[in-house]
């Protein structure tokens, strides 16, 4: 079975710009969770969802948004890029709509120049 | 809130020497509390979880990790370390809704 898969593996972006991420879960997994990792740190959590619902949202600004579609992928947003915005964007899957068993993909290298 | 502190930024042992990972908790209730391993193309990867009963659980990959109230600690062990075993270490504590994670500890082996 394929595990959680992201794309692009790599992005980069000017300051201002918007970026698009996307992240498709495990076969049968309803739930999909977005963190951001900065070099060095460990991730942040950024938004959860669960049957195309909102279940949790993390410290980051209004510039970072998120959907879940009818077959359970998710896309995140973010509007008005800035450096601080460089960072490792990883997505996790799981079957409830609870973190407790996430598989998370290898994840969105975010470079903002 | 609930938080993780992983007070070992960096910690360097030999090959089949046993290791130690040191994981101190912040929460008044019992915690749900994990340990990831992140390695370079391999991605984070859950290596054991406590929800509630026994203290010692056991994980993947021969790890195993204690919980202890009275010093608010989640140490993750391993008797014998393998080369392959360098990576980084992530403490973790979980909510209904999320995943919040330490700062981690890098792992070096030496051979």
């Known amino acids: 079975d394929a595990g959680v898969t992201q794309s692009p593996t790599h992005l980069i972006k000017t300051r201002g710009q918007q970026v698009t991420l996307r992240c498709s879960p495990i076969?049968?997994?309803?739930?999909v969770s977005w963190y951001q990792q900065v070099l060095g740190q460990g991730p942040q959590f950024i938004f959860q969802?669960?049957?195309?619902?909102?279940?949790g949202r993390g410290n980051f600004p209004d510039r970072f948004s998120a959907r879940q579609f009818p077959n359970y992928s998710s896309e995140l947003n973010v509007n008005a890029l800035l450096l601080g915005d460089s960072a490792l964007y990883l997505c996790?899957?799981?079957?409830?709509?609870?973190?407790?068993?996430?598989?998370f993909g290898p994840g969105t290298r975010l470079t903002v120049t | 809130a609930q938080s993780v502190t992983q007070p070992d930024i960096h910690i360097t042992v030999s090959e089949g020497a046993s290791l130690e990972l040191r994981c101190n908790y912040s929460?008044?209730?019992?915690?749900?509390l994990f340990w990831y391993v992140q390695s370079p193309g391999q991605g984070l990867q859950l290596l054991l979880k406590?929800?509630?009963?026994?203290?010692l659980v056991q994980g993947i990959k021969g790890f195993e990790a204690e919980f202890k109230r009275s010093q608010s600690s989640f140490n993750l062990r391993k008797p014998s370390v393998h080369w392959s075993d360098a990576a980084e270490y992530f403490c973790?504590?979980?909510?209904?809704?999320?995943?919040?994670f330490g700062t981690g500890t890098r792992l070096q082996v030496t051979l």
């Open positions: 996790a899957s799981s079957l409830k709509g609870n973190p407790y068993e996430q598989y």
């Open positions: 076969s049968g997994h309803k739930s």
């Open positions: 969802y669960y049957e195309k619902e909102e279940r």
């Open positions: 929460y008044g209730a019992t915690p749900y």
């Open positions: 406590y929800f509630s009963g026994d203290t």
């Open positions: 973790v504590t979980g909510t209904a809704s999320k995943l919040t």
